[in-house]
C-alpha cells in the first residue's frame, strides 16, 4: 500500500509551518503536510452528522466507539481548565446558557497548557493523523511526501492507479483523501460528479476584549462550548484581536485577552473552481447565524468582566471545509465513484455543515470504508 501526500513529513511541533489557506470573503484555513489539518487541531472529539449519515444509509455507531478509544478522547480534569475558561463557564452558567467540557484528544498526563494546539502542540500531547501514519508504515505501507496527484489513471471504467507529474502509481484500489479543496478537482478531471458548488466551511468569527492579565492565550483553547441549534460557542484567543485593538489605538498584550468563537453551520454555497481557486461567501441566513452568535458571545464577555468599549472581532475564517464530493451525490453509501476501485473518503463526502469538529466523524468514516476494502 502507498500513502502520497502532497506536504512534507513534519514534527508535530512544527505544524504552523504548513498553514496554506486560501484567501476568500471567508479565507478557509487548512495545513498541508502529512497528517493534514489535524496537525493543526485545537484536539476537540465531537460525533457530529450522525444523524445525517444515518440518515443517507450510513450507520457510524461501532466506528465511533472505535475511533473515540483509540483517539483517547476525554475531557480534561479541571488542572488543565485556566482562569479566562473558567470565567467564561461561570458567566455563561450565569446567563442560563448550559456549558460543557469538549471532549478532547489530548493526553491530560503529557498536557501542559501553552495555547499551542493550532501550531502543532511541542509536547506530543494532542492526537494528530500522524499517529495512523507510523501505524501504516509498520504494517508495511510506503509513505511519499512532497509528492502531488495530478490524476487518477482510469481505464475502461476502471481505475488503475494515480499520476503524478511523470511518475505512475498502480493500482487497482485508489481512496482519495485530498480534502474538500482538491478531492473535487481529482473527480471532476474524470468527468466525474462532485458537489464543488456547495463547499462549507463553519464560518466563524472571535468577538473579544480587554481583561487585563487574564491569560487565555495561554490555555488550552476551546475547552468548554456551548451548542446551539445553528451555532457553537468556545473560548478562542486571536491574535487578530489584539491587532485590531491595536488598530484602535488600544495596546495590551496577548494575556489581556478574553475571547468567544462563535462558529456556524453555514450554508453551503461556496465554489471550488480549480483555475480560480475558491469563492465562500456569507449568506443572508449565516450573517443572521453568526450576528446572534456574536451577540451572546459579546454578553458573556460583558458579564466575565472584559472592558466595555474593547470589544472587537476578528475577520471571516472557516476551517471545516467540506461538502464537495457529498454522499449521495459523488460518492454511493460505500463511499465509492462510478470508477470501479475509485473511492473518497475526507470531509468532502460529508452530507452537510456540521457546525463542530468533524475529525471524528472523518475518521469513523474512513474506519468504516476500510471494513468495506478488506
Ligand atoms: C486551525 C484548525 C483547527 C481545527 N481544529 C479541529 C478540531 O479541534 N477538531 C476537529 O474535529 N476538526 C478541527 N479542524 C478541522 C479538521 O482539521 C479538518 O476538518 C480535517 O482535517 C479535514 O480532513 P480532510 O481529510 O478532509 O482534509 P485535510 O486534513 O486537509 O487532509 C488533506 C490532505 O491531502 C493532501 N493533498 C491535497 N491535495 C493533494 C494531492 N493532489 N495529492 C496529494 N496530497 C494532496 C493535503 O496536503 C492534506 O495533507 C481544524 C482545522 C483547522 C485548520
Request: hydrophobic residues 40%; proline residues 4%; charged residues 25%.
Amino acid at each position: 500500500m502507498k500513502l502520497i501526500e502532497r506536504g512534507p513529513a513534519i514534527e508535530e511541533k512544527d505544524a504552523f509551518r504548513c498553514y496554506a489557506d486560501t484567501e476568500s470573503e471567508v479565507k478557509v484555513l487548512r495545513a498541508i503536510c502529512l497528517g493534514g489539518s489535524t496537525t493543526v487541531s485545537a484536539g476537540n472529539g465531537v460525533r457530529c452528522l450522525e444523524t445525517e449519515l444515518r440518515e443517507a444509509g450510513i450507520d457510524l455507531k461501532q466506528e465511533f466507539e472505535a475511533a473515540e478509544r483509540e483517539l483517547g478522547v476525554s475531557v480534561l480534569p479541571d488542572a488543565l481548565f485556566g482562569e479566562g475558561t473558567k470565567r467564561i463557564m461561570e458567566a455563561a452558567e450565569s446567563l442560563g446558557f448550559k456549558m460543557e467540557k469538549t471532549p478532547k484528544f489530548i493526553d491530560a498526563d503529557r498536557c501542559k497548557p501553552d495555547g499551542r494546539c493550532v501550531f502543532g502542540c511541542p509536547e506530543g500531547a494532542k492526537w494528530t493523523a500522524l499517529r495512523f501514519v507510523q501505524e501504516a508504515r509498520r504494517e508495511g505501507a510506503e509513505i511519499i511526501t512532497n509528492t502531488t496527484v495530478d490524476e487518477v489513471v482510469v481505464k475502461s471504467g476502471e481505475v488503475k492507479g494515480v499520476r503524478c507529474g511523470d511518475r505512475v502509481f498502480s493500482d487497482d484500489t485508489v481512496v482519495l483523501s485530498a480534502g474538500a479543496l482538491d478531492t473535487p478537482l481529482l473527480l471532476e478531471k474524470l468527468g466525474l460528479p462532485t458537489t464543488s458548488k456547495s463547499l462549507f466551511v463553519d464560518t466563524f468569527i472571535t468577538i473579544g476584549g480587554v481583561l487585563k492579565g487574564v491569560g487565555l492565550s495561554r490555555e488550552v483553547t476551546m475547552n468548554c462550548y456551548v451548542k446551539m441549534k445553528e451555532f457553537m460557542l468556545a473560548p478562542h484567543f486571536s491574535k487578530h484581536l489584539v491587532e485590531a485593538l491595536a488598530m484602535r489605538g488600544i495596546k495590551v498584550s496577548h494575556a489581556d485577552i478574553l475571547g468567544i468563537m462563535v462558529k456556524i453551520k453555514d450554508e453551503g454555497r461556496g465554489v471550488v473552481n480549480g483555475g480560480k481557486g475558491v469563492s465562500k461567501g456569507v449568506t443572508g441566513r449565516d450573517a443572521a447565524r453568526l450576528s446572534e452568535g456574536a451577540s451572546i458571545a459579546g454578553s458573556i464577555l460583558e458579564t466575565a468582566g472584559v472592558e466595555p468599549g474593547t470589544f472587537v472581532a476578528t475577520p471571516l475564517r472557516g476551517a471545516h471545509p467540506g461538502g464537495t464530493a457529498r454522499i449521495g451525490s459523488a460518492v454511493d453509501r460505500n463511499l465509492a465513484t462510478e470508477v470501479d476501485g475509485l473511492y473518497v473518503v475526507d470531509a468532502s463526502v460529508l452530507p452537510a455543515a456540521p457546525g463542530a469538529p468533524p475529525i471524528l466523524t472523518i475518521v469513523a468514516l474512513a474506519k468504516y470504508l476500510s471494513k468495506r476494502l478488506s
